[in-house]
């Protein structure tokens, strides 16, 4: 059991839209008490860029063309790295 106390402006509100819906206003107040906590659920619901946004680009090498020549940067490491032991 729940006693609430309204503003004048609220209480004239519930109480058109329950004439006008044909609704208790205990019934309005638990669907409104509902789709409240229907979006603070999905407020604090994170994506995967919402998790991971503080991560990304913090060890950046900041070199934007490292997905373009990775072929070249490897090829240029292993030649290094097997013609220093010949």
């Known amino acids: 059991m729940l006693s609430i106390r309204l503003n004048e402006f609220l209480e004239n509100k519930i109480n058109s839209y329950s004439k006008e819906h044909n609704k208790t206003k205990s019934d309005i107040v638990k669907e409104a008490l509902m789709l409240y906590f229907k979006i603070k659920e999905q407020e604090n619901k994170k994506s995967a860029y919402e998790l991971g946004k503080e991560l990304f680009g913090k060890y950046s090498s900041n ?24």
């Open 63 to 86: 070199r934007g063309d490292l997905s373009t020549t990775y072929k070249q940067k490897l090829k240029q490491k292993l030649n290094e790295k097997y013609s220093a032991n010949w």
